[in-house]
């Protein structure tokens, strides 16, 4: 049985080897993830705030409609 490396782990292991030895640019790509990922929950939350809000609207129509 043998670890398997794919093309991206390899890819990834190069950066930071080369990112070591420049602490400013390590950071920067630090910096830039975590912006990345902020901007991912972001969305997500915005998405589920919208499908919230949709449903509710949904569901005060179909009461409102039941009763007529």
Do not use: H, N, W
């Amino acid at each position: 049985m043998g670890i398997s490396v794919t093309d991206e782990t390899l890819e990834r292991a190069t950066r930071v080897k080369r990112l070591i030895g420049r602490p400013q640019e390590a950071l920067l790509c630090a910096k830039a993830k975590r912006q990345r990922q902020m901007f991912s929950v972001a969305k997500a939350k915005r998405q589920l705030q919208s499908a919230q809000s949709e449903r509710k609207s949904t569901s005060r129509f179909a009461e409102e409609s039941y009763f007529i």
